[in-house]
């Protein structure tokens, strides 16, 4: 945004901003899938797992290897791994999916009323865009509570939890538009709601994203790509509803806000 248009950016220049931040994204996981599918499919698929034998003397005598894994087993091999994973990825959807349809274009579009009205209405959205990262983060860092979490909370109980977080998106909707509380409160409590959704947000990926190891070993390797294919599915997922009720729905480019 800074280089798009200094610290008071027109709307074409953030429009413009915008544009640029999603095409480098989409452009980022473009690459990495290339690289991961390209990795896989030439680099681990055919190397064949080896085993060497010790002679008394500390030498090797013998080293054997077994054959590479075909695409047909290795594909086996994540369907298998899909459905152990089946309840931590559709997690990962979800919590992702909420995420992106609730923040953090609609919220960014509330105008800056009251004491917020002096920052403009462009700090306005980078101060949603701070509240998030820094709470989500803050969610992430005490490991001790989250491993005793993902030791006691059962699987089934943390996917009713990121079933029911999917609210926190038309609550964040109904603050911006139509605008339930006016002045400076109503910032207040767009903010409030986006700290529950990054704190949320944070604790529950983290949670059903460490619940993963409970799959069998030879599949928690494949188990782990299966949730990371549904994380970038509930981003994609969620993005393209925020894109949609904020253009159409609430009409958010109707919003006159005060100069």
């Known amino acids: 945004r800074l280089a798009a248009g200094g610290a008071d950016p027109s709307a074409a220049q953030m429009q413009l901003s915008a544009r640029v931040?999603?095409?480098?994204s989409v452009l980022y996981s473009v690459v990495c899938a290339t690289i991961f599918a390209a990795l896989r499919h030439f680099y681990l698929l055919p190397l064949p797992a080896c085993a060497a034998t010790v002679g008394c003397g500390g030498g090797i005598t013998k080293v054997s290897c077994g054959t590479a894994p075909r695409l047909g087993e290795n594909m086996k091999?994540?369907?298998?791994?899909?459905?152990?994973?089946?309840?931590?990825?559709?997690?990962?959807?979800?919590?992702?999916?909420?995420?992106?349809?609730?923040?953090p274009s609609i919220p960014g579009a509330a105008c800056a009323l009251g004491g917020f009205h002096s920052l403009g209405q462009g700090w306005w959205f980078d101060l949603v865009v701070a509240v998030y990262n820094a709470m989500d983060f803050a969610a992430r860092l005490h490991l001790p509570r989250l491993q005793h979490a993902a030791r006691c909370v059962s699987r089934r109980t943390t996917l009713i939890a990121c079933g029911a977080r999917l609210l926190l998106a038309p609550l964040i909707y109904i603050c911006v538009r139509?605008?339930?509380i006016d002045g400076a409160l109503g910032n207040a409590t767009i903010l409030a709601a986006v700290a529950l959704l990054a704190v949320s947000n944070g604790f529950l990926a983290t949670l059903s994203m460490m619940q993963l190891p409970r799959a069998p070993p030879a599949l928690s390797e494949d188990a782990v790509y299966v949730a990371v294919a549904m994380l970038y599915l509930g981003l994609a997922s969620g993005a393209t509803v925020s894109w949609a009720v904020g253009t159409h729905a609430m009409d958010l480019s109707e919003i006159e806000c005060p100069g």
């Open 21 to 24: 931040f999603f095409s480098v």
């Open 178 to 180: 139509p605008r339930l």
């Open 77 to 103: 091999g994540l369907r298998a791994a899909g459905r152990e994973a089946a309840v931590p990825a559709l997690c990962q959807f979800l919590v992702f999916g909420a995420t992106l349809a609730a923040w």
